[in-house]
């Protein structure tokens, strides 16, 4: 089973001409893409093996462009965001071999970049059977959800939500709006939470098996 | 109702002299404390109010020393990890009159420091009825806890847990080990999940009352 969190930054810069003095100010607010990543694969000691992120950024010349972080292959990821920026960075200014729009290709075990946009994630996922949430502050409650027992897909806004046509397209995915409790967190909280529902769904599932 | 997080860094440095180029390598992991004030205190569009944490450094020249972020009345405070490091920069290389130990002194408003260790964190919560939690990976479920319907302070250890002198301390308090799942999470997804169910517990309190 594997997990997919889909972070679309609709300013979040696609090329790596920003400044770490002032990631906010100057990547589109790709700082908030980054804690998502962080909040995603990282955990005590290692790593979800389980876990993919995708980055959708929709911001700056290069866009739109997709960066997908695999938790079962990516290596050398530490937790301060400034390395993941650093990281970031160097996968968007990689010169790389020319590809289709929306196929990707590998940088490094783990890490792999399309030109493309939300297609880009929707054709990665192929014919797998797989269930779609969107988070959404008036969704359902996480905790309330009956979660699929198979792969998901997790579409997270950022600190602008949605434009109207990604929500649109996720829409047509049938994806569920869930929400994560009565206060609106930031969008790499709101996974924190997402992911330590699903770790105790599975460790329900493996004791009860 | 007034919420307190403690985050103890074993080696978290108490002086100003560290580099934002590598924050990890340089201030004994003080990114580690940064992202739990980020996880503690901010939210979507502002501060949680009700919230007050703690940063006890017990590494370098200087400590141990303490910083207090108030919620209710600190500003201008970023979720980036380099603005986070810059504010307790500027707060720790500060000149300040002198005072007691274990005495808190204002820098700005909302923002506070003094020198001293967790006796400084203890006298401060004063005379008032709180119950103590401490963040345990073998603790008792978070969610499975009647937790006090009053002020609460939850202990938190750093990448390295807490030191035998700061367990004993914490022990003494009568705090109650709480966990937060089965998986190890970082310190700040800890306090996200802790969070969490705070609010939960407190939207429940209000509808029903």
Redesign the interface.
Known sequence: MTRRFVVIGQQATASPDFS??D??GTSGRL??LL?CV??AL????GLRRDTIVYLVLQGGPDAPRVLRLDGNDIRFV??????LALLVQKALGRELPPAERNAFVTIRPGLARATGDLEAVLADLGPHAVTAYVLEEDGRDVRALALADRDVVVFVGD?HGFDPATRARIELLGATAVG???????AD?AI??V??EL??R??TREATA
């Not at 530490?78 to 390395?83: L, T, V």
């Not at 994560?180 to 930031?186: A, K, Q, T």
């Open positions: 770490l003095l990631l906010p700082d908030v804690r962080r909040a990282l955990v005590s000691h530490r937790p301060d965001e400034r390395s600190n994560i409790g009565p206060i609106s967190l930031h909280d924190t939470v992911c330590n770790d105790r599975r460790a």
